[in-house]
C-alpha cells in the first residue's frame, strides 16, 4: 500500500488534520469516560448491590447482546446514510441513559434489573456509533492514511484505558462507584460537541439506481463476506477468542476483590497499570508493520495475547499479582496491535459501498459470541469458583490463535489490498 506523501516527501501526520484531531478528541474523552464506568459499574453490582459472579457477568452480556440484535440491520441502513449524524445521536442518547443510573441511586430505587436495562440500552447506541465511524473513517482519509488513523486513535483509547481505571478506582473509593457514571455521562456530551465541530464532509459513496430492500442489503454484505477467505478467517478467530476473552473480562473484578483480597483503589490501579501495554502497542504498530509485515504481525500479536492469558491464573497476593499484571499487558498489547491492524486491513479491503454491511456482518459473528462468553464465565465460575472459571477461560483464549496460525494470512508476510 503507497502512502501519500507530502511536497518534502514525508508521510503527513494525522494530528496535522483539524477535522481528525476533533474526532481523535471526541473519541478520547468518551473512552476515558467509559473506562471510568467500566471499573464503577461492576463495583455498583458488587458493592452496593451484593451481585453474584453470575449476574455481574450479565451486565457484560446485556452491553453486547444487541451486537446479535441490531447489529446487521444497522450496518446495511448506516451504508444508506451519513455516518457523523448517527455517530452525534448515539452519544447524546448514550448521555441520557447513563445518567439514569446516579438518579435511581438518588431516589432510592437503583437495582440489579435497571443496571442490566442500562448496558443493554447503551450496547444499542454502541452498536450504530462503532459502525458509524468505521465506515467513516475512510470516509475522511485515503487508505495510506488508515493504520497511521487507527494507531493514533488505539493508542489514545488505550491511554483512556490506563486512566480510566485508576480515576475510577480513586473517585469510587472518595466518593462513590455512582460518580463514575456521572463523570461517563459528560464524557458523551464532550463527544458529540468534538464530532459536531468537525468541518469536513464525509465523501458519500454513490447511491444504486435501484435501492434494494434492507433485507437484501443485509443478505448481499453476508455474501461477501463469507465467500472471502481472508475475512471469514479473521471472523472465525475473532468469535473464538471473544467468547473466551470475554469470559475472563466478565469475572476480572470480581476476582481482584473476592480472590486476590484487592480494594477498591487497588482494583482501579492495578488495571491502569495493566493496560500501559496497549499504549505502546498502538504506537509501536507502524514499526513492526514495516519490520516484519502486517500479516505476520497481526498473527503474531493475537498469539501472543492468547499465550500471555495463561499467567492470570497465578495470580496471588502479594507478589503474586505480578503474573496478573504480566498475563494482562501482554492481553493488552497483542489484541490492541492485532486490531490496529486488522480494522485497517478491513477498512482499505473491503469496498466503501459494501463497508458497513460487511463489518456488521464480522461483528455479528465476532461481538455475538460476547455475550455467550459473560454468562459462560458467570456460569462455569458458580461450578468450578472465580479462579478455575479464569483458567478454563485462559486455556480456551489462547487455543483461538490456532485458527489464525492455520489460516490464509500465517502464509504471507503482508496483509491484502484487495480483493483476489
Known amino acids: 500500500m503507497t502512502k501519500p506523501r507530502d511536497a518534502a516527501g514525508r508521510e503527513p501526520g494525522v494530528l496535522r488534520d483539524a477535522a481528525f484531531r476533533r474526532l481523535w478528541a471526541g473519541m478520547t474523552i468518551s473512552k476515558f469516560g467509559s473506562s471510568i464506568a467500566a471499573v464503577a459499574t461492576p463495583l455498583i453490582a ?69 443496571l442490566i436495562v442500562v448496558a443493554m440500552l447503551l450496547g444499542v447506541a454502541s452498536v450504530f456509533f462503532t459502525v458509524a465511524w468505521t465506515a467513516y473513517l475512510p470516509a475522511m482519509f485515503d487508505k495510506g492514511h488508515l493504520v497511521g488513523a487507527n494507531s493514533v486513535l488505539q493508542a489514545t483509547e488505550s491511554a483512556a484505558q490506563v486512566a480510566g481505571p485508576a480515576v475510577g478506582g480513586v473517585l469510587v473509593a472518595a ?137 492470570l491464573p497465578l495470580t496471588g497476593t502479594g507478589a503474586g499479582l505480578t503474573a496478573f499484571v504480566a498475563g494482562m499487558a501482554g492481553i493488552g498489547f497483542g489484541v490492541v496491535a492485532g486490531n490496529v491492524l486488522a480494522g485497517s486491513f478491513r477498512q482499505a479491503y473491503c469496498p466503501p459501498r459494501l463497508l458497513g454491511r460487511v463489518l456488521t456482518g464480522m461483528q455479528f459473528v465476532n461481538y455475538g459470541t460476547i455475550p455467550l462468553g459473560a454468562v459462560l464465565g458467570g456460569a462455569t465460575a458458580a461450578v468450578a469458583g472465580v479462579r478455575g472459571a479464569i483458567t478454563i477461560m485462559a486455556v480456551g483464549y489462547a487455543l483461538s490463535a490456532v485458527i489464525l496460525l492455520l489460516g490464509p494470512f500465517a502464509r504471507r508476510r503482508d496483509l491484502p489490498t484487495a480483493p483476489e
Open 175 to 311: 466518593v462513590s462507584a455512582v460518580a463514575g457514571l456521572i463523570a461517563d455521562a459528560v464524557s458523551f456530551v464532550l463527544s458529540a460537541l468534538f464530532l459536531w465541530r468537525i468541518p469536513r464532509p464525509e465523501k458519500r459513496v454513490p447511491r444504486p439506481e435501484r435501492r434494494p430492500r434492507l433485507t437484501e442489503d443485509i443478505a448481499t454484505g453476508i455474501r461477501w463476506l463469507a465467500r472471502d477467505r481472508y475475512l471469514r478467517n479473521l471472523t472465525v478467530h475473532g468469535a473464538a477468542a471473544n467468547l473466551f476473552l470475554t469470559g475472563i473480562n466478565a469475572l476480572i473484578v470480581v476476582f481482584l476483590v473476592r480472590e486476590a483480597g484487592i480494594g477498591t483503589t487497588g482494583v482501579g490501579v492495578l488495571l491502569a497499570v495493566s493496560s500501559l501495554a496497549g499504549v505502546g502497542a498502538a504506537t509501536a504498530v507502524p514499526v513492526l508493520s514495516r519490520r516484519v509485515g502486517d500479516a505476520r504481525s497481526m498473527v503474531l500479536c493475537k498469539s501472543l495475547a492468547g499465550v500471555a492469558a495463561l499467567l
Open 46 to 114: 458488587v458493592q452496593v448491590l451484593d451481585a453474584s459472579a453470575f449476574a455481574v457477568s450479565l451486565l457484560t452480556a446485556a452491553a453486547w447482546l444487541p451486537w446479535l440484535l441490531v447489529g446487521l440491520p444497522a450496518g446495511a441502513w448506516i451504508d444508506r446514510v451519513a455516518r457523523r449524524p448517527v455517530m452525534l445521536a448515539a452519544d447524546l442518547a448514550s448521555a441520557l441513559v447513563v445518567v439514569s443510573v446516579p438518579i435511581a441511586a438518588a431516589l432510592g430505587v437503583l437495582g440489579m434489573t435497571h
